[in-house]
């Protein structure tokens, strides 16, 4: 059974960091390629960071370029997400998800396996 559990979410200050980790069961974290989405109320559901599986390539929103660090560790099987100098607009959902096959890709109907989310306020 593949589960992936989002953690690490909760009320921050501006100009903080954080660091969101996905533990995955089921799957074996070094042959997926991974993405970070989030989702505000009102709002679709939008990629955030992703990692390629075959290279280790990292891709990120510009909005969070510079500021945000995915990660992937294979001996404990978890995705992580470093998030620095967080903004009021980082507030979200925060989800983790699996991609299975094919090239990287941004887009969430891509992804075969997602967690639940971890709820990430940032106030002032």
């Known amino acids: 059974q593949v589960r992936l559990v989002e953690s690490g979410g909760r009320l921050v200050q501006t100009g903080d960091s954080l660091t969101l980790s996905c533990a995955v069961s089921?799957?074996?974290?070094?042959?997926?390629?991974w993405g970070w989405f989030r989702q505000a109320p009102g709002t679709e559901r939008r990629f955030v960071s992703g990692i390629v599986w075959t290279n280790g390539s990292k891709y990120y929103e510009d909005s969070v370029n510079g500021r945000f660090t995915i990660a992937r560790n294979s001996a404990e099987n978890t995705v992580s997400l470093q998030m620095n100098s967080l903004k009021l607009e980082d507030t979200a959902v925060y989800v983790c998800?699996?991609?299975?096959?094919?090239?990287?890709?941004?887009?969430?109907?891509?992804?075969?396996?997602w967690g639940r989310g971890t709820q990430v306020t940032v106030t002032v």
């Open positions: 089921g799957l074996t974290v070094a042959r997926y390629n």
């Open positions: 998800a699996a991609m299975s096959r094919g090239a990287f890709s941004r887009s969430p109907g891509d992804y075969d396996y």
